[in-house]
């Protein structure tokens, strides 16, 4: 059976506290704007997934509770960084299994100011350095074998483990701070023209590389931000979209797959894969034999840069370029318009914001948009195919493939 994305809405992603709302209030804007977008009455919604990760148990009942006192299943998702794509996944799961027609899958988060951090006081979703108690936390093999191959600083925790694994690129394969900062760039300069994001400002690489460092060689500007913000997509059967006459709207979700962690993340000791590489590369195969599309046939992707080193991991984890070729991939200009593949048009994670629960559902939203036409002045040119990748320490991958029918 298949799956059809038929609506898509997600709110302006926006510094922690920079306005007076509630979570339930950005979790109606989105909701009501992904219903709007299929003209599809909230009474049709049979299932309805809710991520987040910063907020109690039963929070996606009060989020959606704004948009109707249905009556339906509403399930709570966790997945650190991957919980929107898990929200999204779990609505493809219900219509292509059968259980329902129409499924509404919501994310939303209201962060606090502050860097994103990994400490075991809150779950190693946020914050602060090792203290005793971080044997609990659901992260800590991963910072472990950080912690034995780099030591353990008192910078961000999660900008440290992800700036070790660029350390570990760059002694493997020569990728330059220069090549580390394009990535930076690039998405600065794509979110100029995304009215939705957190950022709109444009750096050169000269300019990043002379930003704060966060944790060598990470600079704030190649760092994704704290966010607020709320994204939705409502996902429906193929005899519901006939019925509903919503051909006009639909983008297939042609093939998902989500992996965790195996042995693999862990053997080599190499912070490359213990923030994901790996499962990264496993869920891209499945999605590949699963669609029977390569990413030769891609034409925009949405990936997490949560830092920029993750986007040149995913290039590789992708089959964009062979191990270690990612930092001449971005320098090549290969990666943005006019060139091969138009990678995060939206700004991604660095400059268009990362309110986790919302991340991966905005990033659909960004694909249905190309794939229609409607992206406005970032719009990739003739984009057919999309392709969204998202990941979580602890850990989880999701890899989306989605075509315009």
Not at 232 to 253: N, P, Q, T, Y
Request: aromatic share 6%.
């Amino acid at each position: 059976m298949k799956s059809y994305i038929v609506g898509v809405g997600m709110t302006k992603f926006e510094k922690p506290e920079s306005r007076d709302w509630q979570y339930w209030d950005m979790a109606k804007e989105a909701g009501s704007a992904a219903l709007a977008d299929a003209g599809v009455d909230y009474g049709l919604v049979q299932q309805v997934p809710v991520g987040y990760c910063f907020q109690a148990s039963t929070a996606g009942q009060r989020a959606v509770y704004g948009l109707g006192l249905s009556g339906v299943p509403v399930y709570n998702v966790n997945n650190n960084c991957a919980t929107g794509s898990t929200a999204l996944m779990m609505a493809r799961q219900f219509v292509e299994g059968g259980l329902a027609d129409c499924v509404l899958a919501l994310g939303f988060e209201k962060m606090k100011r502050g860097a994103l951090g990994g400490g075991a006081a809150d779950g190693g979703a946020r914050g602060g350095a090792a203290d005793a108690s971080f044997a609990t936390s659901p992260v800590a093999r991963h910072y472990g074998i950080m912690a034995a191959g780099h030591g353990f600083q008192m910078s961000p925790p999660t900008a440290q483990i992800f700036g070790n694994a660029a350390r570990e690129h760059m002694e493997r394969h020569g990728t330059t701070p220069a090549q580390l900062a394009a990535v930076g760039a690039k998405n600065h300069r794509h979110s100029a023209n995304n009215p939705n994001a957190q950022f709109q400002g444009v750096y050169s690489v000269e300019e990043i590389l002379a930003a704060k460092e966060i944790h060598a060689p990470l600079t704030k500007l190649q760092c994704s931000p704290t966010s607020d913000g709320a994204a939705a997509a409502l996902v429906v059967s193929e005899r519901f979209l006939v019925a509903h006459g919503l051909h006009d709207k639909a983008v297939e979700i042609v093939g998902q797959a989500m992996t965790t962690d195996t042995e693999e993340s862990f053997a080599s000791g190499s912070c490359i894969d213990v923030v994901g590489k790996p499962m990264s590369a496993a869920a891209a195969r499945q999605v590949y034999e699963a669609s029977g599309l390569g990413i030769e046939d891609v034409d925009v992707v949405e990936l997490h840069d949560c830092f920029s080193i993750n986007e040149l991991l995913t290039y590789e984890a992708l089959g964009m370029c062979e191990d270690g070729a990612a930092g001449k991939l971005v320098e090549s200009g290969a990666t943005t318009y006019g060139g091969r593949w138009v990678v995060n048009p939206s700004g991604g994670l660095i400059s268009k914001g990362h309110p986790l629960g919302a991340t991966g559902l905005a990033q659909a939203a960004e694909l249905v948009w190309q794939l229609r036409g409607e992206a406005g002045a970032r719009q990739v040119a003739g984009a057919r195919v999309g392709l969204a990748h998202n990941i979580g320490l602890g850990g989880a991958a999701v890899v989306t493939m989605l075509r315009r029918g």
